[in-house]
């Protein structure tokens, strides 16, 4: 069965830094793997993903994820947080066979909180 | 593009009723539509997929009788929750998936802003 595991439930920032948001999955399959962020009272919006082509994906406003196999891992970053990016960050893994649709799976969120 | 509406955005009801919760794909085509429910804190949940012109499919310990999904059109899907308990106070957050953007083995969904039902 997939899983995901967000390994940090809130991060805080300073505003220039940058941004580390963790991820560990499981899948019996070989998984597709998406960030996505909440801002409050919007919908979820589609970061970047991951569907088995290179493994170090580059999405919306400056964030990128690499895909490591032998970790388990597709960690969100971002060289320099900026205040617009506080929000809640959902790491989700979509349960599919090779040429099927799945559904995804979603980890518990982080929040991140970006100071001035 | 790949807009998705939701209405109402918050409503608040009391006990024994029940609350129809729209969910619109305002300029594309949604041949599905999924239902996930979100409490404080937590991940979302799915409760079900609704496909057009069919009977939604639901997840393992989701009612369907309490939870009434209708998916008449490509454009929207409706989950009523029918004789609402404080219990079933959540965040009800909807998504559709547009035909047109399958590809490959994965499939993008786009969310509504979600609704929030507190029952007294």
């Known amino acids: 069965a997939q899983s995901v595991t967000q390994l940090d439930s809130h991060v805080s920032v300073s505003e220039g830094t940058p941004v580390l948001l963790r991820c560990n999955y499981s899948?019996?399959?070989?998984?597709?793997l998406f960030w996505y962020v909440q801002h409050p009272n919007k919908g979820l919006q589609l970061l970047l993903k991951y569907t088995s082509a290179a493994t170090l994906v580059k999405g919306i406003n400056g964030f990128e994820a690499e895909f490591k196999k032998s970790e388990t891992s597709f960690h969100l970053t971002k060289p320099s947080a900026h205040m617009s990016d506080a929000a809640e960050y959902f790491c989700v893994v979509s349960e599919a066979p090779e040429g099927s649709q799945g559904n995804l799976i979603f980890g518990k969120g982080t929040k991140l909180s970006v100071k001035p | 593009g790949a807009v998705v509406s939701q209405h109402p955005s918050r409503v608040i009801c009391k006990s024994g009723t029940s609350v129809k919760i729209e969910c619109r794909s305002l300029?594309?085509?949604?041949?599905?539509m999924f239902w996930y429910r979100q409490f404080p804190k937590q991940s979302l949940m799915l409760m079900a997929t609704?496909?057009?012109?069919?009977?939604?499919?639901?997840e393992q310990g989701v009612e369907k009788d309490k939870f009434l999904i209708n998916h008449a059109s490509l454009t929207l899907s409706t989950l009523t929750v029918t004789s609402a308990h404080p219990e079933d106070s959540s965040f009800y957050i909807c998504?559709?998936?547009?035909?047109?953007?399958?590809?490959?083995?994965?499939?993008?969904?786009?969310f509504g802003p979600g609704t929030r039902l507190t029952v007294l």
């Open positions: 300029d594309f085509q949604a041949t599905t």
């Open positions: 899948s019996s399959y070989s998984p597709s």
């Open positions: 609704s496909n057009e012109g069919s009977k939604a499919t639901y």
């Open positions: 998504s559709a998936r547009d035909w047109r953007r399958l590809a490959g083995t994965y499939n993008e969904q786009f």
